[in-house]
């Protein structure tokens, strides 16, 4: 099993990234799927959850109306896509399905 995502780098304020989360090594199509991000010198965060068949999302009120979460089945690919970003956005990016991490993606907004 494997999750790679890829994407993460450094932006300034009101910019914008596209995270997406390559998955391998099991049925992507029947996990729902979640990104959940940690700054440094705090806990993880829960950010954004997806339906299997991608129609139904969630987010955390801070980024609401500001990220987009996707999934492509066909391509077994998650995305997240980032706009409007703020400092406060920095952290260390996971794609998961709660059983299954990837290593995680740097994001670092800054001016």
């Known amino acids: 099993v494997q999750l790679v995502e890829s994407g993460g780098g450094m932006v300034q304020p009101g910019g914008s990234l596209r995270l997406s989360c390559a998955a391998s090594?099991?049925?992507?199509?029947?996990?729902?799927m979640n990104w959940v991000r940690q700054a440094p010198g705090k806990g993880p965060e829960w950010v954004s959850r997806i339906n299997t068949g991608g129609g139904t999302t969630y987010y955390t009120d801070s980024v609401k109306g500001r990220f987009t979460i996707s999934r492509d089945n066909a391509k077994n690919t998650l995305y997240l896509q980032m706009d409007s970003l703020k400092p406060e956005d920095t952290a260390l990016y996971y794609c998961?399905?709660?059983?299954?991490w990837g290593q995680g993606t740097q994001v670092t907004v800054s001016s």
């Open positions: 090594g099991f049925t992507f199509s029947s996990y729902e």
């Open positions: 998961t399905t709660y059983v299954y």
